[in-house]
């Protein structure tokens, strides 16, 4: 094992399962294509794992052998570190609310960078790149309901807000009609007539 292969390793051990590693990072250990080629190294071994473009992770080791970490963690942290919002997708979150009983079938988030897939060996990722809105109101369950109002539309949205409304708390709906100035004129109106005049 080479120098900067060795080093890199040896940067990279003591962080926590599934952060990412970014080529451009590491500049300060060698030249980009040294540091590509010996990224590229680890990963032949794998002791690292490709998950995007100049995007690593190292895999975590169990008594099972080695495996992918995990992609809510991954994404987690490119979040983190890349100062994007990445929250999950409306169809998962509609499913999750007992909205749909249509399951997902791959990870979908949406996130307010570029759209991009992220490969965790034969799981796929994907970065869909949503308007800012649907970022409006975080992480919390109040974003949640947005981002699944959004998926579901304006055929079904209306139904879906009074199935929420008994299962929500004040808090939550006050949220959520809060979001009203900055979400699209038919979401805006069914908020207005289900939850504030409802």
């Not at 799981?123 to 309901?145: I, M, T, Y």
């Not at 808090?171 to 979001?179: N, R, V």
Request: glycine share 8%; charged share 20%.
């Amino acid at each position: 094992m080479n120098t900067l292969t060795k080093t890199i390793l040896e940067h990279t051990e003591g962080l926590s399962e599934g952060t990412p590693i970014c080529a451009k990072e590491l500049l300060h250990l060698g030249s980009r294509a040294a540091v590509d080629q010996a990224l590229s190294r680890l990963v032949k071994r794998g002791q690292m794992m490709r998950v995007g473009r100049g995007l690593y992770v190292r895999p975590v080791e169990s008594r099972f052998g080695k495996r992918a970490p995990s992609a809510s963690r991954v994404v987690e942290n490119i979040a983190h570190v890349t100062g994007e919002a990445i929250a999950p997708h409306g169809a998962a979150v509609a499913n999750k609310l007992g909205l749909t009983t249509q399951v997902p079938v791959r990870a979908v988030y949406l996130t307010s960078g570029r759209s991009r897939q992220l490969k965790f060996g034969s799981q796929v990722v994907e970065l869909r790149h949503a308007p800012p809105w649907q970022f409006a109101l975080g992480n919390q369950s109040s974003g949640d309901v947005l981002r699944a109002l959004a998926w579901l539309g304006p055929e079904k949205a209306d139904a879906a807000l009074r199935t929420l409304k008994r299962k929500l708390s004040a808090s939550e709906l006050q949220a959520i009609a809060a979001a009203r100035a900055v979400v699209p004129s038919w979401l805006a109106k069914q908020v207005s007539e289900v939850v504030v005049n409802g």
